[in-house]
Structures are given as C-alpha cells and as structure tokens.
T-cell receptor
Framework: EPEVTQTPSHQVTQMGQEVILRCVPI?????FYWYRQILGQKVEFLVS????????KSEIFDDQFSVERPDGSNFTLKIRSTKLEDSAMYFC????????????FGQGTRLTVV | QKEVEQDPGPLSVPEGAIVSLNCTYS??????FMWYRQYSRKGPELLMY????GNKEDGRFTAQVDKSSKYISLFIRDSQPSDSATYLC??????????FGTGTRLTVIP
C-alpha cells in the first residue's frame, strides 16, 4: 500500500540552527501539505503546495518557514532559525486532488529544539 | 472563534460498548467532515469522511453530520481494544487545508 514517508523520524537541533524536514509523498499525488502538532495540542495546518507553488498557508507559516519540491519525489520543509517553540511533530500529507478530502499523512518527524 | 471543537476526554469504555465521539463546528459553509484516528506518536489515519449532511457507515464505524446544529459524530459499535487511540474530527473549509479538533483519547478496556 502506498504511503507518505518522512525522514528523519526524530531531529534534535540547537536553537537558531536551520533544519530541513523531508517527505516523499505518494507518487501519483499532486497536493502536498505540512502540518504540525505541538505536544498535547491539536494538529495545525501550516502550508499546502500544488504545481510547484504554495497554494495556501496559515499565519504560523511565517518567513522562517519555506517549502520546496527539489525533484520529482521529495517535498521539504525548511525552518531557517529554529526557536524553542518550534519543537513539535511535523506531519507531511499528500492528496491526489485538492478538492477531495482524502489526505494521507506520514508518520511524522519529531523536532526537538534545545 | 474556533473552527471545530472537540471534547478531549479521555474516554474509557469496556470492550463491546458503543462509543460516541462528537464535535461541533462554527461555519455552516463547511462541506467535508472527516474522522481521523491517531495512535501514539503516529500520523493521523483517515477513517471516514462525509460530504454535506447525513450518515455514512463502514463496518463498525458510522459517521453522522447534522448541519442544522453544526454537529458531527462518530459511532463505534462493538468496540475493541485495538480501537484505543485518539480520534480527531476535522473539517475541510476549502480545497487546501484541514482544521482539526483537539482529539478525544479513547481507551477500550478488555
């Protein structure tokens, strides 16, 4: 069964450092998303990406965040200068079509900023 | 105003019980309503979705939407210990994002 894969599963970084979280969406999917979940809180939308550009972003997704699809398979989230409050689970998701509700999530990357 | 609200529980039931999980939402324009299941330290897994009002059944699971009261429900019949997880309701306000509830943590006791 096709699945969204994320690497690494756990990333520890020092405050102020840049991190790149990687995702391989399901191969025939066209819409890609990043969500985050701070421990004990709800899953929050960060950004959606279609046709090589951001289609929507939340107010959380400020200038320190960026996304990229560097090749035909990977989808990355970069955090330029990490803060303690960026510590969270980051989930990548993909869907075949933007209008349908079936977004499939990866297992997540746990980011710990120290 | 929160887009979707969900009682975080926790909820504990004996095996075989019927479980009722509920959410309310704020905007009557929402059309897609989803239920995700999330095991500890895993990603959300889509269980079911409904479009507009009505019921949808899949095995032991029934999703229900009442648009007049802006209320969505998930019923689990004959609950099993393997159903123990956090259940997240979500609504899709547009094409590109999901708003999640806080999740209800369910434990089914053997």
């Amino acid at each position: 069964e096709p699945e969204v894969t994320q690497t690494p599963s756990h990333q520890v970084t020092q405050m102020g450092q840049e991190v790149i979280l990687r995702c391989v969406p399901i191969s025939n999917h066209l819409y890609f998303y990043w969500y985050r979940q701070i421990l004990g809180q709800k899953v929050e939308f960060l950004v959606s990406f279609y046709n090589n550009e951001i289609s929507e972003k939340s107010e959380i997704f400020d200038d320190q965040f960026s996304v990229e699809r560097p090749d035909g398979s990977n989808f990355t989230l970069k955090i330029r200068s990490t803060k303690l409050e960026d510590s969270a689970m980051y989930f990548c998701a993909s869907s075949e079509a933007g209008q349908g509700p079936e977004a499939f999530f990866g297992q997540g990357t746990r980011l710990t900023v120290v | 105003q929160k887009e979707v609200e969900q009682d975080p529980g926790p909820l504990s039931v004996p095996e075989g019980a019927i479980v009722s999980l509920n959410c309310t939402y704020s905007n009557s324009a929402f059309q897609y309503f989803m239920w995700y299941r999330q095991y500890s330290r895993k990603g959300p897994e889509l269980l079911m979705y409904t479009y507009s009002s009505g019921n949808k059944e899949d095995g032991r699971f029934t999703a229900q939407v009442d648009k007049s009261s802006k209320y969505i429900s998930l019923f689990i019949r004959d609950s099993q210990p393997s159903d123990s997880a956090t259940y997240l309701c979500a609504i899709r306000p547009g094409a590109n994002n999901l708003f999640f509830g806080t999740g209800t943590r369910l434990t089914v006791i053997p």
